[in-house]
């Protein structure tokens, strides 16, 4: 399975559904207000196509494979041993 970071504008305050959509990928991260890690065998293409229904048309979603090469800062152990127990491809 693929990582990828799903970002997206707080541009519609409804976005519960989104979120929904994005949590319906059973392993997830949400690490930041609009910002998430999920892990899933779909393409980038297929995760964007999955997702952008539940956004309206001046909102903006940006999906991103994440590679294994990856650093960050001031999360806790939890978050850092979400990331590090990915398969990435």
């Keep these: 399975m693929a990582v990828y970071c799903v ?3 707080e ?27 999920i892990e899933t065998n779909q393409t980038t293409r297929q995760v964007l196509d999955n ?13 991103v494979k994440v590679q294994k090469s990856w650093w960050a800062s ?4 939890e978050e850092y041993e979400w990331m590090k127990n990915r398969n990435f491809l």
Aim: aromatic share 18%.
């Design 7 to 9: 970002s997206y504008n």
């Design 74 to 77: 001031g999360y806790t152990k």
């Design 51 to 63: 997702l952008r229904i539940f956004t309206r048309t001046d909102d903006k979603i940006i999906v």
């Design 11 to 37: 541009q519609n305050k409804d976005n519960e559904p989104l979120i929904q959509a994005i949590q319906n990928y059973g392993l997830w991260w949400h690490q930041a207000q609009s910002t998430w890690f």
